[in-house]
């Protein structure tokens, strides 16, 4: 009835998976920092620019993001254009010359770094002091000026969202939102410097549509989201990274595989994150894999 | 969508306001803010219930709804009133006494940025939430006459409603207060519809060409050459939008709504010309949602046109602004429509070529477009030998501030500036100085008032004609007043999208207030330098020309 | 090899997908995600179920089906395939086999007869059919609602047999895809947790591989298939099953009909539980071994749903007194006088490297870098397949064809009647996780009272208030809950899950009917009814 071999016999050498050819991208030639560079069509400056090995910095991007190019961190100047342009966004064109470090460039990023540290507690922003420190930024110049400073918000055993650290980056929302999770339990409200990220009516997050994936905590670049965890073990005094250990695993729960980042202090978990770059979760998990680790420290 | 509702409901009557706007298509988007003003309008505020309820008909989550409603001025998410106030307290209307005798008999005042009544300053929109809304705009405006409209007695219409009425040699004003603005006969007999039926003879290409040889430039600020725009939309795909763009919101202006009170069958004509020229086969107003009168005007004259088939092949939407000046930029106002925050989007990609719903789209401003039928009846050659070489044909001045006669005045490009003011009976000799081009432009002294009204003319002198407001401001007033205004308005109307304006706009007011030009320099490099759009871009504008002009007004602050 | 035939970027790039019998939005969250990416790019999506879940609030067509009704419903979706001549003739011909007899058994399935056995309307079966069968790429995918079914072999073979009509198998983007619900589900069958298997997939009862086996093992390996957990069950009843050992598995709560289960698992004269808790099983144990976490306090594989192998790591050690399953394993065995071989996670990986072809080329370095591997990966150069059966598109076909099986559907064993009118059935929840051993331990904002869906119509008509406690029973228990009114369920369908046993024992009520071809057990279908108790809310 059939030909070939036995079916219970495993096929031995398989073909190679055929996916649809891929078109080699065009390259694009610009010219950055006086430094010929060729860059795939359709890559960013930034991409551009991490080519040649220059670093720019950024708040409101992220590789597993749409960019938003709200914070303005990462402007360069570019010939032929009246305004800087945002690196992490705009779009390659041949025959580009751009400066990544020019004194226009220089002071829209040392500005921009001090109009947010004089209104915002940067204290738990990763690389903040370093951008500063780097751009010469001096927040206190605006001393005495309006801030959004306000109280924690803690509303449920997960999350903690501490807004005086906000920055306004869209990352959270772009995560909750299209980007990633699809469950928009968070938006920009109200407009301007009076903008906050917000339910609806302010609705505490256990009311809302948040279903506590924490992939906002996730791409938070301040601190401003955190777990609850790591908030109580800060405000103690306990969390301590150089203590910390960082192991990658699998999630225990459903058959997707996700991979999970373990954050364990002292041998016991204190956070779980997934690497951005996984083609699998780009850095998003749910509920039971961001969270669902407790039972192994309750042993 | 899996969207998740809070248990707030909502009464039969916000359902019915929602219904209303969101008919009983299917779910769609661009539905929201139509939904979210018939419930302002209905019930006077948003409840959580309303919201909840307009979003589940829509399909949109209510978190990402209320980031909408909270983001328009003229939307209330906080429980109020049926009857609210809006007072302009911006440059040319100086209310503060106003304000002080309305708020001491109890009426519920909120402060308003320009309301685009410059002319007939100071200037009040009394709005009435109920089954019969009422918006009322009322101008000049006195005690008496606010307390009328709160009862909800009209308002007296100006009989004139330009100050060059009657004057021989008016193009775009020929008909303001001569023809019956509501009516389409009386607007066929004054020459009207004939512009359109010479397009269609000619057909697109000829009419772009005709618009090339007139080098007619837009009017909404940039001065970008409209021949260009129309032939880079006609060339990209279809589905193409056009946008009339009438969200004049930049504080002294207010040419547009003369244009569309006064002559509204000319701007929807001009906008069926350029649809018809760009292959666009829906056309999207997009009025200010101060102008309730301008907005009954044009609504009657899509009507009455497309009654007798004038419209034929066209869809016509009038959508409404919802209070953010931020709309006026062409991007935020695709977001608006679309039904989101009107937050700008980068550029590029271009409206041309990605505009609404990320479809080719020509935006123009309704003074451009009522250039248009003009142009087709005498021809571009003819219509380009008057005014300047860079600059053709007439232009509208918003002139107001201290001037005897304010108003809208038609000119050909060229007229100078002393002139424009002494037209209007400003006295000169006690002039501090004008504010050129709005809150976005600059101050000019009484050493440069022989500069000529030209889009080269002024960028000559680091100026800009913007949106042709021309303000002056004689001696006696408080030029730190004015520049604190200035600055506290764009922290107002920021969208607070990109850092540079969302807190270098804030910055601005305090560092006015301390007196110290260094950072208010500095603040303004950043925001014109790396700001994502127009508003942040020109924030400093204004005041840094100030600054410039009179250093010692900080020497006065300190 | 049973696995899923494609990878998650595929979702992203294809132009239709199903989802049958699954509620991938809470149960499959991540892939879920690459769902959701596909349909923004421009990919319909189905999802035949019969609550409207949130995965169908997303979906362009929910074909909200009778629970069990599932072949009905796809014989008549093949029928009209076929009645509308969108079966992929050339596909058939050339890669197939059985197609007349598969005309014959489908022909009685009339859209109308299905509307009537299924509740799904004809027109939207038929829509359904013709958008699957015109579609490009497609990918058909399932979970527990196919395969928690007394006869869920042939609910997946009438999938299978839509798939080879319209040929949406062996290619780039289409393909078929059961959802795996736990972690390693995959890589328990790949490794030989099977009745039938060896490593790889590799028959028992070839006598060549199972040779290859027992030279590498150096013992006997019995050569007759063994029993799957029902069929352990049975022989347990008969009394030919004595000794069970149990690896991190909780049968007394996660088994259908929990009053059978305690019954046989207290007949045994020995039961030996290895878990990480104290479980309900465990209680009952004569001994139990102490556990290491899996995922958190081992090295490892495990293999997801996509075929792909992935590293666990020992992330912090485990609590004093308790081990690694494999050493407690290799323990166990040299005090029997049996030395197991090789230590540690990767010589046991690599022991399994050379006797399972499909895994030859899976080095830990690999693993390490390539982010995992899918199998088969032959050797090390091998990059793993992203899709499987492209065999099947090469002229002539390479090994054998693929058989249509043609199947009948039958009616759920618990049947609906007047005394227990009510179709139970069962599923689980965003936040929580089978028996809630592991899950039960965090602090979930989203976690309410367990508690008895049912639809706004039944609520009303028994005449019961949000929140009341009920009690539920069925022919084999009964068990006490609240009820929670759910728009998202159709009258005569009311839902529960198995994760908080301690307040409502489920598997109290289910039904131990169980397809005799994989012995899962019929969980989606129980006929219960509702007593009122009489206390307000």
């Given at each position: 009835m059939t030909e070939g071999p036995d079916p219970r016999t495993p096929v031995p050498r398989g073909p190679l998976p055929e996916t649809p050819p891929r078109r080699a991208p065009r390259k694009v030639e610009l010219t950055i920092d006086g430094r010929p560079v060729s860059a795939p069509e359709g890559a960013t400056i930034l991409q551009a620019a991490r080519e040649l090995g220059i670093e720019t910095p950024t708040l409101c991007y992220l590789e597993n993001l749409t960019p938003v190019n709200v914070c303005r961190v990462c402007v360069v100047e570019l010939e032929g254009s009246r305004t800087l342009v945002p690196a992490c966004s705009r779009k390659v064109e041949p025959g580009m010359t751009v400066h990544t470090d020019s004194e226009r460039v220089r002071h829209s990023r040392k500005l921009v770094l001090e109009l947010l540290a004089s209104g915002v507690?940067?204290?738990?922003?990763?690389d903040f002091a370093r951008f500063a420190e780097r751009y010469g930024a001096q927040p206190e110049r605006f001393a005495a000026g309006a801030t959004v400073a306000q109280p924690v918000k803690i509303d449920n055993e997960l999350y903690v969202r501490d807004y005086g650290k906000c920055i306004l980056c869209y990352k959270c929302v772009s995560a909750c939102g299209s980007d990633a999770q699809n469950t928009f339990a968070i938006a920009i409200a109200g407009r301007g410097f009076d903008a906050v990220i917000s339910t609806e009516y302010d609705t505490p997050l256990t009311d809302s549509a948040c279903v506590f994936c924490g992939n906002c905590i996730g791409v938070c670049p301040t601190g401003a989201l955190m777990f609850r965890g790591e908030f109580e073990m800060r405000a103690a005094g306990q969390w301590d990274e150089t203590r910390q250990q960082v192991t990658d695993t699998i999630c225990p729960y459903c058959g997707v595989g996700c991979t999970l980042t373990v954050h364990a202090q002292d041998d016991r978990i204190v956070k779980v994150t997934s690497p951005a770059e996984h083609p699998i979760t780009r850095g998003h998990l749910c509920i039971k894999g961001r969270f669902g680790w407790q039972y192994v420290n309750e042993r | 969508m899996d969207l998740r509702f809070t248990s707030a409901a909502a009464s039969e009557r916000e359902r019915a306001a929602v219904d209303r706007a969101a008919g009983s298509q299917a779910p769609a988007r661009d539905l929201l803010l139509p939904a979210l003003q018939e419930i302002q309008r209905r019930i006077g505020w948003i409840s959580p219930g309303a919201l909840n309820y307009a979003c589940r008909r829509l399909d949109v989550p209510p978190a990402d709804g209320f980031g909408v409603a909270s983001f328009y001025g003229l939307l209330s998410t906080a429980e109020t009133g049926s009857i609210a106030v809006h007072v302009c307290d911006d440059l040319a209307c100086r209310s503060e006494s106003l304000i002080a005798g309305l708020e001491r008999s109890g009426v519920p005042v909120r402060r308003s940025p320009c309301l685009g009544l410059c002319d007939r300053a100071p200037a009040a929109l009394v709005t009435i939430a109920g089954e019969e809304p009422r918006e009322i705009a009322v101008a000049p405006a006195d005690a008496s006459s606010v307390m009328r409209a709160v009862r909800g007695l009209p308002a007296a219409e100006p009989a004139a409603p330009i100050p060059q009425f009657g004057s021989a040699g008016l193009r775009l004003l020929r008909r303001a207060g001569q023809v019956d603005p509501e009516s389409l006969d009386a607007y066929r007999a004054s020459g009207g519809l004939l512009a359109l039926r010479r397009a269609r003879q000619i057909g697109p290409r000829e009419v772009i060409r005709e618009v090339r040889d007139a080098r007619l430039a837009g009017r909404g600020g940039a001065a970008f050459p409209a021949a260009d725009k129309w032939a880079a939309v006609a060339a990209n795909p279809a589905p193409r939008y056009l946008v009339i763009?009438?969200?004049?919101?930049?504080?002294?202006?207010?040419k547009d709504r003369v244009l569309m009170e006064s002559d509204p069958f000319a701007v929807v004509e001009a906008a069926a010309i350029a649809a018809f020229a760009t292959g666009c086969a829906r056309i999207y107003f997009y009025i200010r949602g101060e102008y309730p009168l301008a907005t009954e005007r044009i609504r009657n004259a899509v009507d009455r046109m497309r009654h007798r088939g004038f419209l034929d092949g066209l869809d016509i939407e009038i959508r409404r602004g919802a209070g953010a000046y931020i709309c006026g930029e062409e991007t935020a106002l695709f977001q608006s429509i679309e039904g989101y925050r009107g937050e700008p989007r980068s550029k590029p990609p271009f409206p041309a070529e990605a505009g609404l719903f990320r479809r080719p789209t020509l935006v123009n401003n309704v003074e451009t477009l009522v250039n248009v039928p003009g142009i087709l009846i005498e021809g571009g050659p003819a219509y380009a030998r008057r005014g300047t070489e860079r600059s053709t044909g007439t232009k509208l001045y918003c002139v107001s501030g201290d001037v005897e006669r304010p108003g809208v005045y038609e000119f050909e490009f060229g007229i100078t500036l002393r002139n424009l003011l002494r037209y209007s009976g400003c006295a000169i000799a006690d002039l501090r100085g004008v504010l050129v081009g709005g809150a976005a432009g600059t101050f000019v002294t009484p050493d440069e008032l022989d500069v000529p009204l030209t889009f080269e003319g002024l960028r000559a002198i680091g100026s800009a004609l913007g949106s042709a407001v021309v303000m002056a401001f004689s001696r006696s007033r408080d030029m730190r007043g004015v520049l604190a205004r200035i600055a506290h308005f764009f922290r107002e109307e920021s969208c607070g999208q990109c850092v540079p304006c969302r807190v270098g706009t804030v910055r601005q007011v305090e560092a006015l207030k301390r007196g110290d030009t260094g950072l208010v320099k500095e603040v303004g490099r950043v925001m014109r330098d790396a700001s994502i759009c127009g508003l942040g871009q020109t924030a400093s504008s204004a005041i840094e020309s100030a600054l410039a002009r009179w250093p010692e007004l900080m020497k006065e602050m300190r | 090899m049973g696995g899923g035939t494609n990878s998650y970027a595929e979702f992203e790039d294809t132009d239709l997908i199903i989802l049958w019998g699954s509620n991938a939005r809470d149960t499959h969250p991540i892939l879920f995600h690459h769902v959701l990416k596909g349909v923004r790019n421009g990919a319909r999506l189905y999802t035949v179920d019969p609550r409207r879940t949130p995965t169908a609030e997303w979906a362009a067509g929910w074909l909200p089906l009778q629970v069990g009704s599932d072949i009905a419903l796809a014989n008549a979706v093949g029928r009209e395939i076929l009645a509308a001549g969108l079966e992929n003739r050339e596909f058939l011909e050339h890669a197939t086999l059985g197609l007349e007899d598969y005309r014959k058994a489908v022909d009685r399935y009339t859209l109308q007869y299905a509307e009537q056995i299924t509740g799904v309307p004809a027109a939207q079966i038929r829509e359904f059919a013709h958008a699957y069968a015109r579609a490009d790429r497609a990918l058909l995918c399932w979970t527990l609602g196919i395969t928690e079914h007394h006869n869920a072999v042939d609910n997946v073979l009438a999938l299978i047999n839509l798939a080879l009509l319209a040929g949406h198998v062996g290619r780039y983007g289409s393909g078929l895809n059961p959802l795996r619900g736990q972690n390693n589900v995959q890589g328990g069958g790949d490794m030989g947790a099977l009745p039938d298997r060896l490593p790889g997939f590799q028959h028992v009862e070839n006598g060549e591989l199972r040779s290859k086996f027992e030279r590498a093992w150096g013992v006997a390996i019995p050569p007759e298939r063994g029993w799957h957990l029902s069929g352990m069950l049975d022989a347990m009843e008969h009394g030919e099953l004595k000794a069970l050992y149990v690896i991190g598995e909780n049968p007394v709560n996660s088994e259908a009909d929990q009053h059978r289960t305690v019954r046989l698992f207290e007949s045994l004269e020995c039961l030996v539980a290895q878990d990480l808790f104290l479980t309900e099983t465990a209680r009952l144990a004569d001994v139990v071994f102490p556990a290491a976490a899996g995922a958190f306090e081992t090295e490892g594989t495990v293999t997801n749903s996509e075929r792909r192998v992935q590293r666990v790591r020992r992330a912090v050690p485990p609590p004093e007194g308790a081990r690694d399953d494999m050493d407690i394993l290799i323990a166990l065995a040299r005090r029997m006088g049996v030395a197991l071989g090789p230590r540690g996670a990767e010589a046991v990986w690599n022991e399994l490297r050379s006797l399972s072809p499909m895994h030859a080329g899976m080095s830990y370095a690999r693993l390490e870098s390539e982010n995992g591997l899918q199998w088969p990966c032959y050797d090390e150069q091998h990059p793993g397949e992203m899709y499987l059966h492209g065999r099947l598109w090469e002229r002539p076909v390479r090994g054998p064809r693929a058989p249509l099986r043609p199947t009948e559907w039958e009616p759920p064993v618990d049947t609906i009647t007047a005394e227990y009118p009510l179709r139970l059935t069962t599923g689980r929840r965003l936040d929580s996780y089978n028996t809630?051993?592991?899950?039960?331990a965090f602090a979930s904002p989203l976690r309410m009272r367990e508690a008895l869906d049912i639809s706004p119509a039944d609520a009303a008509r028994l005449d019961l208030a949000e929140g009341e406690r009920i009690r539920i029973l069925s022919r084999r228990g009964a068990v006490e809950a609240p009820v929670h009114i759910d728009p998202a369920l159709s009258a005569g369908l009311v839902f529960l899950t198995l994760h908080t046993p301690d307040q409502v024992a489920t598997n109290m009520l289910t039904v131990d009917a169980s397809d005799p071809k994989s012995g899962t057990s019929e969980f989606k279908a129980s006929a219960v009814r509702i007593e009122k108790l009489g206390v307000p809310a």
């Open positions: 507690d940067v204290s738990t922003a990763p | 763009n009438a969200d004049e919101s930049e504080p002294g202006t207010f | 809630g051993v592991q899950t039960g």
